[in-house]
């Protein structure tokens, strides 16, 4: 995955190359929107497997529990982006910073 560049003022997608996938692991790849539940049947997979807990955007949004991986999300500028993970990220159940 490129490096996230807020003055690029676009999302970027690709997976983090520090994060390895397990066999269990399921993969929803969005080109065209920043919402994994968009368009995608991942909800309802979470459902059959009774997953409660995500690390994952807009999970919030439907009553699961996340955590933020505060270094792997991006901002406009560094002010906005101390603020998200201040202020918003622990309403929203807490973050972390991936190792």
């Known amino acids: 995955m490129s490096k996230i560049n807020p003055e690029e003022k676009k ?20 080109c ?5 539940f968009s368009d995608t ?7 059959r497997l009774k997953r409660n807990t ?3 955007a807009e999970a919030f949004d439907r009553g699961y529990n996340i955590i933020v991986l505060s270094n ?8 906005l982006q101390g603020f998200s993970i ?11 910073y991936s190792r």
Request: proline share 4%.
């Open 54 to 56: 995500l690390i994952l």
């Open 41 to 47: 049947a991942l909800d309802k997979v979470l459902k």
């Open 72 to 79: 792997c999300t991006a901002s406009i500028n560094a002010k």
């Open 32 to 36: 065209n929107a920043i919402n994994g």
């Open 11 to 30: 999302f970027q997608i690709g997976f983090v190359e520090e994060l390895s996938l397990r066999p269990e692991d399921f993969i929803v790849i969005k």
């Open 86 to 96: 201040e202020a918003i990220f622990p309403m929203l159940g807490g973050s972390q």
